[in-house]
């Protein structure tokens, strides 16, 4: 089955790929910034989240083959791929599996390292949402707050709820799946791939899931990569910084 997308724009296509909990619409305004710059900008859903197909397997290998299936069914080659997070490490993968099918590569705010679990009390919230009581999109907000104190962070989750029928809510992404799978989420890019192509890895300044100490490593994988700082933003550094995520990737870009 092929991942649902969003295609905007022609030109060179560019792929983007959302992080873990996230979809294609989150990318909305960012994409339209690349179609003004002659990109042909594909924004895809991954399996279990968004729009797309929910299955039992979820890890990043059959990730990067659903990437791969989608790139030859739309006969795309030569693409910039840009991934955050969740979506950064699929694209590290899939760079280092098919480099000839990648010009440019943009990693957001994730490493190749490995990451321990760390989405817990996420899931205990999302969880704690019965959705045989019918609740309001008020209520659901209320549940998940009691968790999560970090406003943005509630309305990122709160963008996955959809009328599934009248008057019954749900969450588009496969929690079932997620319960079961998280420890896939941290998972290390294996010891033997390396990607010789030009990278731009780009991590929020109050972030912490690209350090210091990190470095090494990223350059063991990736010995052309470039790696910038992108000021007054954390892990969500595309939408709390914007403007300077933007011009970091263009001037890669160029």
């Not at 797309?52 to 290998?61: G, I, L, M, T, V």
């Not at 390292?113 to 045989?132: G, R």
């Amino acid at each position: 089955m092929l991942v649902h997308s969003r295609i905007e724009g022609e030109g060179q296509p560019f792929l983007i790929i959302h992080g873990f909990l996230g979809m294609s619409d989150n990318w909305k305004t960012l994409s339209q910034q690349f179609v003004e710059l002659g990109y042909q900008v594909h924004s895809l859903d991954m399996r279990n989240h968004g729009k797309s197909f929910h299955d039992n397997a979820f890890n990043y290998e059959v990730m990067v083959q659903d990437v791969k299936e989608y790139l030859e069914y739309h006969q795309l080659n030569n693409i910039v791929l840009l991934g955050h997070s969740m979506g950064g490490k699929i694209a590290m993968l899939f760079a280092t599996t098919y480099p000839d099918m990648i010009e440019r590569l943009i990693i957001a705010d994730i490493g190749p390292k490995y990451y321990p679990p760390h989405h817990q009390t996420i899931l205990k919230a999302l969880n704690a949402v019965d959705f045989s009581l019918k609740p309001t999109r008020n209520e659901v907000e209320t549940i998940l707050s009691t968790f999560i104190h970090d406003f943005g962070t509630r309305q990122f989750l709160l963008k996955n709820l959809y009328w599934k029928e009248p008057g019954q809510l749900a969450f588009r992404f496969n929690l079932a799946v997620f319960n079961e799978k998280i420890g896939e989420i941290g998972a290390a890019l294996p010891i033997n791939h390396t990607f010789q192509g030009e990278v731009l890895f780009l991590r929020g300044e109050y972030s912490e899931y690209i350090l210091d100490a990190d470095f090494e490593t990223i350059y063991f994988h990736f010995p052309k990569a470039k790696i910038v700082t992108i000021s007054s933003a954390g892990h969500w550094l595309h939408a709390e910084n914007a403007k300077d995520f933007f011009c970091e990737v263009e001037n890669f870009l160029n």
